[in-house]
């Protein structure tokens, strides 16, 4: 199957409302309907013939320190791993960080679980984006709705407000 890539302002339809207005004035942002039940990064890539190294995931992550709970999205290419334990733990200076919990990512996104994407976060959350993603010069991510993906420029996610470029991968 055939990916159709249209620039994301000319089909809002594709995208989740945070989406929508986070897109509004970017350029270089793209979207192709995809099937919905094909949204898990192995089964797009699978059929609709995107390498995993060309694909990235967006990671919600609970970080707890003192009885307070914080928020941020990490960016890895779909053949890496997030190091929550490690790396984002540290870097978010949190007594203990993991992935969030899926009721609490969608609620607080406004987007469907499996197409979380950074653009269209809230403001007050860091964009972690790994050193590997940051320098693509074309990544597949979510779109905030499982029956579209973007494609952006790693150039695209590290210019996002609160982004910060690190090795997250373990």
Request: hydrophobic letters at 45%; glycine letters at 8%; a negative charge.
């Amino acid at each position: 199957m055939t990916l159709h890539w249209v620039p994301a302002t000319e089909r809002a339809d594709l995208l989740a409302d945070p989406v929508a207005h986070a897109v509004a004035g970017m350029e270089g942002v793209e979207v192709a309907e995809i099937d919905p039940d094909l949204a898990d990064t192995a089964a797009f890539c699978e059929r609709y013939g995107v390498r995993l190294d060309e694909s990235a995931n967006c990671v919600v992550v609970a970080a707890k320190r003192g009885g307070e709970t914080r928020y941020a999205a990490c960016m890895v290419l779909a053949t890496m791993r997030v190091d929550v334990n490690g790396v984002v733990r540290r870097h978010l200076d949190a007594r203990k960080a993991s992935f969030a919990p899926m009721d609490d990512a969608v609620e607080l996104t406004g987007m469907e679980y499996g197409g979380i994407t950074p653009l269209g976060l809230p403001d007050d959350w860091p964009i972690l984006v790994d050193a590997h993603l940051a320098e693509h010069p074309r990544v597949v991510i979510g779109s905030g709705v499982r029956r579209s993906k973007l494609a952006v420029s790693g150039a695209t996610l590290t210019g996002l407000k609160r982004a910060e470029v690190i090795p997250l991968a373990n």
